[in-house]
């Protein structure tokens, strides 16, 4: 009996302790929060104002990037409307002036709170808005009314502008340093104060530490679950970052897969440009990888739900089974790739059932999700790329990607070969407008630029360079080259019928001037201007001809020019000429 009693009185006083240890680590935790909640409550109207002012410098910086490039695309499409007098170039300076104004009212806006800030902004604008005023108009009207001499004043002008513009934008950039500076004294202030709670809330932490420390080691597994995951997320999407085709993407998104969840095999079908079929870009293991006829991949389950479908086992009865990946026994899961609509598909396998438990399938949606992205993203990036650089009325390269090419062809030419350009003008084109109207023109168009893409080269470009203006870039190719190419060009020109309508048909010519590198230039004002030149002289010359470039030589040397009807020789004066003069040709033959 005082045995029992004994051991009843041990067990109390044991449950006691441990009741007493529970609660002590109970209230030091309680303590903690509790010191951590004052700390919280005490600076969180500090943290609040310094990640808002964080954000809003932020938003400034890049309002400010935006302003800096709105101002250079300004000064860029006014000097391009200055040398090419094309009203694209000027509805670019425009557009410019149109953002800029958005930028600093954005910009205004979010550093309404600060006025330093602001007042830099406001400078800013003033001073590019005086640019305009004093240089740009003034330099767009000289243009209008062909006032060289107003041009080249104004266009000093510029230069100095510019450092003005350089000036004011530092002075906004001292202002946000300020501000930065302000900032930092608040949150080193803040930091102070959390210091303080810390320290007094750190006596409690330790003990509270035990019971963390007891969660994370039950929950170990979980944790470096979620940090592998984590490791190879980050790494995949780097890897996507530097990919330079599909099949990188889908080659590694195989391999993070794998890493994660340890299929027995795996593929990725992706859906080309055209989305007519779908290729196993890549696959692992003995992985079923065909390809796929169009739509064939809609049948997939995965696919037509639109979200990951898994299979726990094949060889039940009720399974559910993929066309795409046939297969009796094991697990099978089918995860669409969808970025914005779908891109492909990635089937994983198992020989045994049940093998991806419902734990892991976030890790795998995760990883698909984010190669579908990189997909999509580039092949958005390559149909923006395109759009930009293509006229839409003819299919032709547009002036701002012939231009970008012909710099990039004068800038890697050895010092021994040789470059020609072409400028084209269709004649008469207002005339075949007036006739037919604007809807034939375009039709006629249409046909040049199908006759200009027959007579090229790989490595040629055409392109549409303004209005009935196309221009051409023949890498390689010296004077007389080009002068039959050219000679080519004029006479398929010539030579092609045009529909437009039921029973109406017409047809066009085609007048062509050449320069030549290094002969006759080695940079791309001067190439274009001496082709445009000998444009001229070619329609000044009767039209429907081509001529080859002249520039000022010790005494007059003829000059070949190629028409409709034969082989003329002009005789070039010493004297550089312009577009509006011209002299009687001796023709030889036909």
Known sequence: MAGATVSVGLMARTFSKKNRVLTLITLMFVSSLTVGGIVTVVTSADTAMVTATTEKLTAIRGYVGRLSGDVLVQEMALDDYV??????????????????????????????NLPHVVAALTVFHATTQEWRDRVATPTIAAVEAGDTSAIARFSGQSAEDHAGLDTVRNGVDVELQRADEDLARTKSANATTIAVGIAI???????????????????????????????????????????????????????????????????????????????????????????????SLERCAGVLRGTMYV????????????????????????????????????????????ALPLSRRTSVARITEHAALAIGNRRLLAALH??????????????????????????????????????????????????HGHPAGDEALRAF???????????????????????????????????????????????????LAPGITDHITVSIGISTAPEQGLDRVTLLRLADEALYRAKDGGRNRVMGASVAREAATPEVVLGAKGLALVAVPTARRGPAQTEPAARVGG
């Open 311 to 354: 299979n726990d086992d094949l060889a039940d009865e009720l399974s559910v089974h993929c066309p795409i990946y046939p297969s009796a026994v094991g697990t099978l899961a089918c995860v669409p790739l969808i970025s914005g609509e779908s891109v492909g598909a990635v089937h994983l396998y198992w020989r045994r059932p049940n």
């Open 201 to 295: 809330a750190f006596g409690f932490l330790i003990i509270a530490f035990a019971v963390a420390l007891a969660v994370v080691r039950r929950f170990g597994g979980e944790l470096e679950h979620d940090s592998r995951h984590s490791s190879v997320l980050n790494r995949f999407t780097e890897v996507t970052s530097f990919a330079i085709d599909d099949r990188e993407v889908a080659a590694a998104n195989l391999v993070a897969l794998d890493r994660l969840v340890q299929p027995d095999a795996s593929v990725t079908h992706i859906l080309n440009r055209s989305m007519d079929r779908a290729v196993p870009e890549a696959s692992t293991g003995n992985a079923i990888a065909e390809i796929l006829p169009l739509r």
């Open 449 to 499: 630029g199908g006759v200009l893409r027959s007579c090229m080269r790989e490595g040629d470009i055409a392109a549409r360079y303004g209005g009935e203006e196309f221009a051409v870039l023949l890498p390689g190719v010296d004077g007389t080259v080009a002068t039959t190419v050219a000679e080519r060009i004029r006479s398929r020109t010539e030579s092609t019928i045009i529909a």
């Open 83 to 112: 040398l090419s007098r094309d009203r694209q170039a000027l509805l670019h300076y425009y557009s410019a002036v149109g953002l800029e104004t958005v930028s600093i009212g954005l910009a205004q806006g979010v550093a309404s």
């Open 386 to 435: 395109g759009q930009a650089n293509t006229d839409p009325r003819t299919g032709l390269a547009n002036s701002r990607a012939f231009d970008l090419a012909l710099e990039a062809s004068l800038t890697k030419r050895a010092g021994h070969e040789t470059l020609s350009v072409l400028m084209l003008d269709v004649d008469h084109f207002k005339k075949f407008n007036d006739a």
